[in-house]
């Protein structure tokens, strides 16, 4: 019996989980033996059906031994691959505006608050503690332009345990721009965010990075071609995540069509700031050149199917996708999506897909209304929420798999008063499938991330 790895171990979980490593593959493993290492990753797992696993269960008394009954469940981490920190309070607020009065009437003076780290400070509280409590142990984050809070919210999530990437928005145009709420000296802007970064990679209790920075352009509207291609010569000099919306709505798509000529996708890339670490927000308006635009630069979608149905009147075809292998998660993008809960964006992506697929006009015919084969299952949301979201930021998580960093939620599938109802005859692609539609917070009872318990 291999016991090379004994010293390394921290704590060992027998537990039920669902994993998944591919779109259409979801692995149950039960009451596995799950070893967790001092650096907070899984350095092995023992199946049930091992022929040492008596074996090692008992020498791994000397451990700390967790074992989660047959009603608790293991899942990854969900991935948040787009949310707008500072419109927290927004949450399910006007909702029934167009997009630019939502904007001009809402977001940009909320957002404007935040100059005041102590405006900042309980708000950035609240959204961490409230998102981890759903389920999600890493998030991408988009803050303000104000240097201070986002540094703020940095610091929140390292003492209450969240991994992020956090960008501190970077937006100069004044055409654009409110008059009130922009950034009017563009190389002070650029000089700033070299400033976060360093900022962010220096904060005590960082040393293994669990937070990091991001370039972030609110979009191509926002930014003169000064701060995009300032902000593209940072990314070549840092190595750092990228994040915007690309192609959101037709008056963005449009906006970058007459402004370059070309699309949105197209431009980023002239600008060095489309790679493998680039997040694009939306996408909902890309070509088949975009699509293998950021095939080619391995670059990755943020898919946000509540945002899109109210503000960006459309649906990203997200099997074509998929089919194309891109590298696709799920975000919130909160407060343009009024809930934070990821098993809530896994149920309108669905959707999403499944209107994509039939059409909604009955006037029409069935044959004639819709995008055929554009639907995706319970199987692929949840790849969508995990591995997709780990996979497009190019980090170790969102499997629960050897070498990957143990960010998980327990769910505990006898939770009175809610939704969520296992029967004695359930297999368990049926158990997964509930979880997946009717999960609410209070099933959520733990939340661990990197071999930490933080919730």
């Not at 949310?83 to 957002?111: I, M, N, R, V, Y």
């Not at 999530?157 to 563009?186: F, H």
């Not at 199917?305 to 998660?329: D, I, K, M, W």
């Not at 006009?361 to 084969?373: F, K, L, N, V």
Request: charged share 20%.
């Amino acid at each position: 019996m291999d016991q090379s790895f004994f010293p390394d171990i921290q704590l060992v979980i027998q537990a039920n989980f669902f994993t998944a490593s591919f779109p259409q593959e979801i692995l149950f493993y039960p009451q596995a033996l799950l070893c967790i290492g001092k650096n907070g990753k899984i350095i092995r797992i023992i199946c049930r059906n091992d022929a040492s696993y008596d074996r090692y269960r008992a020498l791994f008394k000397q451990f700390t031994l967790i074992q989660y009954p047959d009603h608790h469940y293991l899942l990854p981490g969900f991935i948040d691959l787009h949310l707008h920190a500072p419109q927290w309070p927004q949450l399910g607020k006007a909702l029934d505006l167009p997009l630019a009065d939502w904007l001009q009437q809402h977001t940009f003076p909320l957002e404007k608050k935040y100059a005041s780290v102590e405006f900042a400070r309980p708000i950035y509280q609240d959204m961490v503690t409230t998102l981890l409590a759903n389920g999600t142990t890493t998030v991408l984050y988009f803050s303000s332009i104000h240097t201070p809070a986002s540094l703020e919210l940095a610091r929140i999530c390292l003492q209450k345990g969240q991994r992020a990437l956090i960008g501190k928005v970077s937006m100069d145009n004044p055409e654009q721009c409110p008059e009130d709420y922009i950034e009017t000296d563009t190389q002070q802007a650029l000089q700033e965010v070299r400033d976060f970064i360093e900022a962010v990679r220096q904060l005590p209790q960082n040393e293994t990075q669990r937070v990091q920075p991001v370039i972030t352009p609110r979009f191509i509207p926002s930014c003169s071609d000064a701060m995009l291609q300032g902000l593209g010569e940072i990314a070549q000099d840092t190595d750092c995540h990228v994040q915007t919306h690309c192609s959101e709505s037709d008056w963005a798509h449009q906006y970058g069509l007459d402004r370059y000529g070309k699309t949105d996708t197209a431009t980023l890339n002239d600008f060095g700031l489309l790679s493998r670490k680039t997040i694009l927000a939306h996408s909902n308006k890309i070509t088949q050149d975009d699509f293998s635009l950021i095939k080619q630069q391995h670059a990755g979608i943020a898919h946000c199917p509540l945002s899109n149905f109210y503000f960006a009147n459309c649906v990203f075809p997200l099997r074509r996708a998929l089919e194309q292998q891109l590298h696709v998660g799920l975000g919130t993008d909160v407060a343009g999506g009024h809930s934070p809960s990821l098993f809530n964006a896994c149920q309108h992506a669905i959707t999403a897909s499944k209107a994509l697929q039939d059409g909604v006009d009955g006037s029409m015919e069935a044959g004639q209304r819709g995008t055929q084969e554009a639907a995706i299952s319970y199987k692929e949301a949840f790849w969508l929420a995990s591995a997709g979201g780990g996979i497009a930021l190019d980090l170790l998580v969102g499997q629960i798999r050897e070498d990957f960093y143990f960010d998980v939620m327990v769910i505990d599938t006898q939770h009175p008063h809610s939704n969520l109802k296992i029967l004695p005859d359930d297999r368990p692609e049926d158990i997964l499938q509930k979880i997946i539609y009717n999960t609410e917070h209070q099933n959520i009872i733990e939340v661990w991330v990197e071999g930490q318990k933080v919730v």
